[in-house]
Structures are given as structure tokens and as C-alpha cells.
């Protein structure tokens, strides 16, 4: 081989190494770029699979609640008669397993009664629980229907009749109707919504009529004759606050503030001992801390979105389960209060009822009923 031909040959080697070099290089570079292209596709794809059905949701699904704007207060804070502390854990549960959502209490002598979350009034003597009768379609035992769930008043339906009390002669029974649009099964729904239509109304036992004495209330729910009889205050849930709605007298037909800005969301409220009240609260606005319904108030629209997408019995699991009592003087500043944070021993606690020295603890949600020894606390 001439010296010409050596070169030739190296640069026929050359060349093909260069084209080798070269389709190495191509066989490396095309899979990266086909494999992001890939990637981009994929994540394209998820990411449509994932944003369509919120936007179908968002747009298209209906809401089952239709939200008001709101405006609370910001929270009192957690010191002073507020203080968290640990004393309803002090409490002794009763028939646990045995109860369904014993939400409100009373009592005759030494003997207990309750009303149960499946339709049950109970008795409670000693250790014994006995069923003096079930309410339902048709109800059994001894019952004498006084109003009638779905009856027009005041040109609405009775939807939610929830909390009453009686005047010392029996003629008058004064109770909350929460809501004409939902019933007692969706609680959440109607805090969520804030809407004002609940009521104060009248039941006359001689004259069998129902009167609306007051109107537009964000969920009316626990009631106590005012010691007088001429007012009952009124635990007004969704706007963490009581109010005093006169009932007879020269302010007939007025309704003022009692106490305002709790720092929970109070359920039922019942006479103390002391001559004041017990207001039980089965969730708080924390502070310092974040309270999740002060924060919605202001964006109806989350709440929407919320209920298209979730149950309320699934939103329940996310509800902080915190329960606190308070006592409140006869003028309404509170005295004292009972804590159990994150609801260990009283969870869901929905009344606070004073009898021999104890406080029973009714419940909207829990198996039991709890008996607080007030002397330990």
C-alpha cells in the first residue's frame, strides 16, 4: 500500500468512526428528547385527568347549600375565664355503648331522662335505663304530639323544631324552630350556609296556637326562660352568641344581646345553681390558634366547593373535637369554664345540666352520656 493509499484509508477509517461517533451519539440523544416529550405528554394528561373533574365540579355540580356572606367577630382570647384547661376530662362516662346521641337532659327527683339521637325518650333510674317511648311515624307510647314537624307557621314549615322550655304554670311553651330549610340530620349544612331562618316561637297549651315571636336568626337553637319569664335567652349557634328575645312584658316583641363573640359555637343553654347558666360548646374559635368556620364566613364560595365535593359525615372527621362548658353569671359574664381538647373523655358535648352537685353532659354525637363531679373541679 502506497503512502496515498495509507492516507485514503485512514480517512475511510476516519470517516467511519466519525459516522459511528455520530450514531452513537444520535441513538443517545433521540431517546432523551422522545422521553421528555413523554414526560410533558404524561404529566399534560394527568394533570387534564385531574383539573377537569374540579372544573366540571366547580361549574357544573350543584351545591346542596347556597352560603351567606358573614361576619364574625375576631375570637375573644383563650386566657382569663377562658383558659384551656383539662377539667371535663374529670367526667365519668355513663352507659356508654348504651346511648345514641343522648343530646338534652332532665330530671324529676333523682330519676334522669334524655332524648336519643334514634328517636328514644329514656329513663334512667340508678343503673337501669327503660324506653318510655320512641318518637317516629307513628310514635309509640305515651306521647301527645303538641306540634307537628312540616306544620305551616307564620307562612313556613316547621323544619328543625329543636330546644323548648316551659313556664312554671304549664300554660306556655316557648321553643326554637333552627331552620325552615333543613332538618336535624344536617346540622352542618345549616351552619355552613348561614342563613337566617331561624325562630323563636309560642305553643299555648289551653288555646293550642303557635305564635312566631321573633324571626331571622342564624340557627335558633338551645332556649331558657330568663328567671322573670318575660324574656328567654337564645343560643344563636352560627353567630357564636346568646340573645334575650322578650317574650312578654312592656319590651314584648324586642330582642337585644346577651352575651356576643364566644369563643365557641354554644349549643343548649341551662340554669347553674348559682343562679346563672351552663352553655356547652362542641367546637371553639381558638385564638391564639385558627378557627377553620371564622375563616369561611368571608368565602361563601370554599364552602360551596366544599359540599359539592365532600359529606357531611366525611367534613365531620375533619372538625376539631374540642368540648367546652361555661358558666355565665345572671348578668352574663362568665365565671368559669370546663375544657377537654380533642375531646377525650367528652366529646360532642351539647348540653350541661346541674343536678345534686354533678353536671350531666348531653351529647349530639357521642354513645354516653358523662356526670362531672362539680366539687373535684
Known sequence: MNLRGYISSASSLSSIERCRAGFIDLCFVFPSTYSGKVFRVTLVTLGGCLILPLLVVFFLLESPIHPELLSLNEPPLMSGCYEPNFKLREAQRLFEDQLVGPESIANFGDVIYTGTADGKIVKIEGKSITVIARLGKPPCGEVTNLVSAGQMVGGRRLSFVNDLDVTQDGRKVYFTDSSSRWQRRDYLHLIMEATADGRVLEYDTETKEVTVLMENLRFANGIQLFPDEESV????????????????????????????????????????????????????????????????????????????????????KFVPRYSLVIELQESGTCVRSFHDPHGMVAAYVSEAHEHDGHLYLGSFRSPYLCKLDLSKV
Open 233 to 316: 335567652l337564645v343560643t344563636e349557634t352560627t353567630m357564636a352568641r346568646i340573645r334575650r328575645v322578650h317574650v312578654s312584658g312592656l319590651n314584648k316583641g324586642g330582642m337585644d344581646t346577651f352575651v356576643d363573640n364566644l369563643p365557641g359555637f354554644p349549643d343548649n343553654i341551662r340554669r347553674s345553681s348559682s343562679g346563672g347558666y351552663w352553655v356547652a360548646m362542641s367546637a371553639v374559635r381558638p385564638n391564639p390558634g385558627f378557627s377553620m368556620l371564622d375563616f369561611l364566613s368571608q368565602k361563601p364560595w370554599i364552602k360551596k366547593l366544599i359540599f359539592k365535593l365532600f359529606s357531611q359525615d366525611m367534613l365531620m
